[in-house]
């Protein structure tokens, strides 16, 4: 019995079951465990208590409820023992569709259900999508990206490091001081232009902040004083 195969064949068959629940496939893992344990062979003696604690299933008539369907929709083959000193048993059905044997004998009407699942493989249908998928994958591939991709592509901002900001200062002719205080200013806001929008481009604001810069400075210049003699002779009459 091929540990793997079995499992691949057993989520094969879930995917395409929609009566199942998690609380379905975390029992049939459960017994999956006890059944590896006891070397694959069958029937398997399950304990309550050790069946819930595995698989996590906290009410006893959910468990119930669970292992009886799984015994209906052909997983498993349930013996359940009346006797309190007697376990109850499960059957267990090999999934393995790369053997000969995929069913192992248990009860004709579980066996049955088992096997009739499997006459019924879905590896060549799942490989036709999965390449299905790759060719429409590929074929995107090979076209150019269009506009709105590549707008979204350049919309993309990523932060730039003081180095950077300093470097791109002095290209434009600026001082590092006015760099580091452009840097420290939309560092300390977050990178948001006008303290709401996120930057897309700062190259584009570290250029506005040179204008504004320029401009400021030219406002702070003293006016030129008046040109007055100090040495003026006001006995001299006008």
């Not at 929709?73 to 009346?82: C, D, E, N, R, T």
């Not at 004998?105 to 590896?123: F, M, N, Q, W, Y």
């Not at 709105?148 to 470097?167: C, W």
Request: net charge positive; proline share 4%.
């Amino acid at each position: 019995m091929n540990y793997i195969q079995h499992l691949t064949g057993f989520y094969e068959l879930i995917a395409k079951d929609n009566r199942l629940t998690t609380a379905h496939v975390s029992l049939y893992m459960a017994l999956f465990q006890f059944w590896n344990l006891n070397r694959f062979q069958n029937p398997i003696s399950i304990s309550r208590n050790e069946m819930m604690d595995i698989s996590k299933i906290g009410s006893t008539n959910t468990y119930t409820r669970c292992l009886k369907e799984l015994d209906t929709y052909g997983y498993i083959q349930y013996l359940p023992s009346f006797n309190p000193l007697k376990g109850s048993t499960v059957n267990l059905f090999d999934f393995n569709k790369g053997t000969d044997n995929s069913c192992d004998k248990g009860s004709s009407k579980a066996t049955d259900k088992a096997c009739e699942r499997l006459v019924r493989p879905s590896i060549n249908k799942r490989k036709h999508i999965n390449n299905k998928t790759r060719e429409k994958e590929n074929s995107k591939n090979e076209f150019p990206p269009t506009q709105k991709n590549k707008k979204m592509k350049n919309q993309h901002f990523t932060i730039p490091d003081l180095q950077e900001v300093q470097s791109y200062f002095l290209e434009k002719q600026n001082s590092q001081t006015e760099a580091e205080r452009f840097f420290n200013y939309f560092e300390s806001n977050g990178w948001l232009v006008g303290g709401k929008t996120k930057m897309k481009d700062w190259k584009a604001a570290a250029r506005n902040w040179m204008m504004r810069s320029k401009e400021f400075q030219k406002e702070k210049q003293p006016t030129n004083p008046l040109s007055t003699n100090q040495n003026k002779d006001y006995s001299i009459p006008l």
